[in-house]
């Protein structure tokens, strides 16, 4: 499987986004503030959704118990947009894979990131046998390959950034201890465009699975 490509020129928006971004992150942290709610009412139904692979019946079911918290919590400015036919970042999976990240560290003992160094492609058990575009969504797993190759070479910049506010000094300094591993985390092919809240959402999922799998992440239970 390739691991999903960017041109390092691509790179670029990661420092310099924040301006022209500006819209963009506001709305984003007020989905933040509706999934950090959604999670602190039902943080079991998120982990069931986050244990689903993406584009699959199982996590069109798991997405369909999670829409009516996550309607309340956003005071129905936000629907949860999650189905077969959307896969994409701003869905709201990433979203509230990233408010668990958050709710990981929230004891006051921060997050371990010795079981984030060797972040494992939490699905690679689970796609097995299934076919992309019937089982799990080809590009959603691609994206999460490349978030995982991210999270294993940056363990602690990746925990940063996903906890940070959004044009915070944290983020700043995760973005600076993260661009140095990006283009070691991609292969030649069509690039695309990326800057700092898409890659916050790329990697929130992998450093979950990191984070409550540790080792055991892709492996046969």
């Known amino acids: 499987m390739k691991i999903l490509a960017i041109a390092a020129a691509c790179l670029v928006p990661l ?23 959604v999670v602190e009412q039902k943080a079991n139904l998120v982990a069931d959704l986050l244990g ?15 829409k009516t918290i996550y309607a309340t919590c956003s005071g129905d400015k936000f629907a949860l947009a999650i189905s077969k036919s959307s896969q994409g970042l701003f869905n ?11 709710s990981a560290g929230m004891d006051g003992r921060g ?3 010795s079981r ?21 969504d080809a590009v959603a797993i691609n994206t999460q390959e490349f978030g995982t190759c991210v999270v294993r070479a940056a363990p602690e910049g ?11 000094a944290e983020e700043e300094q995760a973005l600076a201890a993260i661009t ?19 890659l ?8 979950y699975h990191a984070i409550v799998d540790g080792p055991s992440a892709g492996r046969r239970s």
Not at 158 to 168: C, H, M
């Open 15 to 37: 420092a310099a986004s924040a301006a022209a971004g500006a819209d963009e992150a506001a709305a984003l942290r007020e989905v933040r503030a509706t999934a950090e709610c």
């Open 52 to 66: 689903t692979l993406p584009g699959s019946d199982e996590e069109n079911r798991a997405a369909a118990r999670l």
């Open 92 to 102: 709201g999976r990433s979203g509230l894979a990233a408010a668990a990240v958050v």
């Open 111 to 113: 997050v371990n990131t």
């Open 116 to 136: 984030v160094q060797g972040a494992q492609a939490w699905y690679a058990h689970a796609i097995a046998g299934k076919t992309a575009g019937r089982g799990y």
């Open 158 to 168: 990746a925990v940063q950034l996903v906890r940070s506010r959004t044009g915070s």
């Open 180 to 198: 140095p591993v990006l283009s070691g985390c991609v292969f030649q092919g069509k690039p695309i465009s990326m800057n700092r809240n898409h």
């Open 200 to 207: 916050r959402l790329m990697i929130a999922e992998p450093l």
